[in-house]
């Protein structure tokens, strides 16, 4: 056996692992995510209140923009103590992200080669910063647009007059509103409620509920920092040598679809959100296809 053949053996048995060895290093790595999640949720908890005022800008400037009055509603008693937990949660997510890929990309690198597993570790902070990057460009870019949408699109419809046609006559003479309903002297009569000029003229008055709010953001925060994560994996799959340079460009046009529809999918059914998730998106996989062409030389990437 050539002494080539016996390295190549060699190198395969390190790398060669059992089911339930796998199985453990799985749980191994979820445990350590898990505690992760916790610490962070304890500090997310102390600075809860900053972290929903940061989340509460995109919609405070679109009510603003609107002329609508800057606050969120709960309607139940334990509402704002489970959003506020939720909240610190789904923060703590964001904030042990590294933490999280790190051991995400320790998980994968078990199953590769001694030569595979050193650019892996190179993809921890890549990974992370281009998660973090997606929900902090959702929130700061995307949010306040969606929000500004859907809250123009509900004051479309105006209050119309009442005009005085049969109909209207109708139901007066039915409902008995021919009576007299001025004021007694003696009564004070009660103020109209505070309302803006555009709540005034608009028959939908809008009423954001804070638990319905946050869901919506942080999940659209999530799938952005997700989609963020495409040029590594293109590079991830060129690099390995699953899938060539050449395959990457000519299913282009297939990738564009497939990205419009997943984009249709995460976000909301207006074209605004869709557009800014798939955008990104497509120039981040046009990126992860120039970071191969830039090392395939030296990498070595096979071709057709």
């Not at 610490?39 to 679109?62: G, N």
């Not at 078990?110 to 997606?134: R, W």
């Not at 929130?139 to 969606?146: L, R």
């Amino acid at each position: 056996m050539s002494e080539t053949k016996k390295n190549t053996e060699a190198i395969f048995d390190e790398t060669r692992m059992s089911l339930g060895q796998h199985l453990d290093e799985l749980r191994s790595r979820i445990i350590k995510c898990l505690y992760g999640i916790a610490v962070a949720f304890v500090v997310c908890l102390i600075f809860c209140s900053e972290i929903i005022s940061f989340l509460a800008q995109p919609l405070l400037w679109a009510l603003d923009a609107n002329g609508l009055d800057k606050q969120m509603y709960v309607t139940a008693l334990p509402e704002f103590f489970l959003t506020y937990i939720k909240i610190s949660l789904y923060a703590s997510i964001f904030l042990v992200a590294p933490w999280i890929f790190y051991q995400l990309w320790g998980f994968i690198a078990t199953g590769l080669y001694p030569m595979e597993k050193k650019f892996v570790n190179t993809f921890v902070p890549f990974s992370a910063i281009l998660f973090l990057m997606g929900g902090l460009f959702f929130i700061t870019v995307v949010a306040p647009i969606t929000c500004n949408f859907f809250i123009d699109f509900a004051s479309e419809i105006k209050t119309p007059e009442l005009n005085d046609n049969f109909t209207t006559r109708w139901l007066n003479k039915v409902f008995d509103k021919d009576v007299d309903l001025t004021t007694p002297e003696n009564v004070t009569p009660t103020p109209p409620p505070t309302t803006t000029p555009n709540e005034q003229n608009s028959l939908i008055r809008l009423i954001p509920k804070l638990d319905q709010y946050v869901s919506l953001v942080m999940l659209l925060a999530l799938a952005f920092s997700i989609g963020f994560q495409m040029p590594l994996v293109v590079f991830f799959l060129g690099r390995l040598g699953l899938v060539r340079i050449e395959t990457f460009c000519e299913v282009r046009k297939y990738v564009l679809l497939g990205i419009f529809v997943l984009s249709a999918v995460m976000t909301p059914p207006d074209i605004i959100s869709q557009v800014a998730l798939s955008l990104p998106m497509y120039v981040l996989y046009e990126l992860g296809i120039v970071m191969l062409r830039f090392r395939a030389k030296s990498i070595g990437l096979p071709r057709e």
